[in-house]
């Protein structure tokens, strides 16, 4: 499977941008996928995930309510609509799929496969 993130961008603060995560592979639509970022001199944390159905989502407490995730398993692709974005949502941000579990997990290291990132920069 092969990953391509696109989307990222400079923005104002209180800016949107939308995310997209293409995927090659028939067998994409079966896996667990997921954003996470790396900040300037920060771990790479998770942000949000989506069941393969899409009908299971989960976010990390600092964007939910403003970053929403979704996919269109048709068109092999994931979706991270980022809303009253804050300057310390800078990062790279990085698609990711999961092989193995039918639940979203948190930890970055469960996930198998990596886009190669897309930066986002929010200015104050």
């Known amino acids: 499977v092969q990953l391509q993130a696109s989307g990222g961008g400079l923005v104002q603060a209180g800016g949107s941008l939308r995310l997209s995560c293409a995927a090659s592979g028939r067998t994409s639509s079966t896996y667990v996928m997921g954003w996470l970022r790396q900040g300037p001199g920060k771990e790479r944390e998770f942000v949000a995930g989506?069941?393969?159905?899409?009908?299971?989502?989960s976010y990390a407490d600092s964007v939910k309510g403003r970053f929403f995730i979704s996919r269109d398993n048709a068109k092999n692709t994931v979706y991270l609509q980022m809303n009253s974005l804050k300057p310390e949502d800078t990062a790279v941000y990085y698609c990711?799929?999961?092989?193995?579990?039918?639940?979203?997990?948190?930890?970055?290291?469960?996930?198998?496969?990596w886009g190669q990132g897309t930066q986002v920069t929010v200015s104050s």
């Open positions: 990711a799929a999961d092989r193995f579990r039918t639940w979203v997990s948190t930890t970055a290291s469960t996930y198998d496969y």
């Open positions: 989506i069941s393969s159905t899409g009908g299971s989502t």
